[in-house]
């Protein structure tokens, strides 16, 4: 019984890992950034904040407000400048946010040996504070994005959708056939019906015209 319960509760857990990483890899197909009440999912493209995050470290960011966001806090931001223009940058905030004009400015910089200072930053390019890295599902994700990953998504997506869908074709069978049987039997007993009726009319007919 208990071999039966961590079984079940490994197939749920490997589920909700597919899950997820099916919705993530279509988001950024669609160009969107998945997220899930708030909370986003990154994948580590460059060694700017090795040894802190590797290329392809899968990370949970939560949006917070301006003032909850401090020296030393790993943040991820949308880029206005340079060759990241337009892509999300995880960066490390390295001095307390500067406020003018009731505006917050942001300095990050990598984590990476010589890495050089980044461009100062606005609230308004923040997406959020790093939670922690998926450390699971950052490997189900990369092995997803190989050659041979894609094929094992797929026959996963097939085997789950198909096994249902037999399912499914079974059942209608089985209320096809039943339907049938049920149809079988109302034809036996309606002409055995009909008969008696149309006797019983002759015979009323006989008995009046005797009278």
């Known amino acids: 019984m208990f071999r039966k319960i961590i079984h079940i509760i490994s197939v749920v857990v490997f589920i909700i890992l597919i899950v997820i990483v099916v919705y993530a890899l279509s988001s950024r197909i669609m160009g969107g950034t998945p997220s899930i009440f ?9 060694d700017s904040m090795e040894p802190t995050l590797k290329v392809g470290d899968v990370l949970l960011v939560h949006s917070v407000d301006a003032e909850d966001i401090h020296k030393d806090d790993i943040i991820t931001y949308k880029s206005k400048e340079g060759s990241t223009y337009g892509r999300e940058v995880t960066h490390r905030v390295v001095f307390d946010p500067v406020i003018k004009n009731n505006k917050y400015y942001y300095q990050t910089k990598g984590d990476a040996l010589g890495a050089p200072l980044d461009k100062v930053i606005t609230y308004d390019q923040i997406e959020g504070k790093l939670v922690r ?3 699971l599902i ?6 997803f994005c190989t050659p041979i990953g ?10 789950l959708f198909g096994s249902e869908m037999v ?6 069978k089985k209320i096809d056939a039943t339907d049938d049987l049920l149809f ?3 034809k036996k007993d309606k002409p055995e019906n009909s008969e ?6 002759e015979k009323n007919d006989v008995s ?4």
């Open 138 to 143: 950052g490997t189900v994700y990369s092995f």
């Open 133 to 135: 890295k998926l450390v």
């Open 196 to 201: 008696s009726g149309t006797e019983g009319s």
């Open 38 to 46: 708030g909370y986003y999912f990154f994948r580590v493209s460059s």
């Open 167 to 172: 399912s499914m074709f079974v059942s209608s």
């Open 150 to 159: 894609i094929c094992v998504l797929i026959g996963i997506i097939v085997l």
């Open 208 to 211: 009046e015209q005797s009278e």
């Open 184 to 186: 079988e039997t109302i």
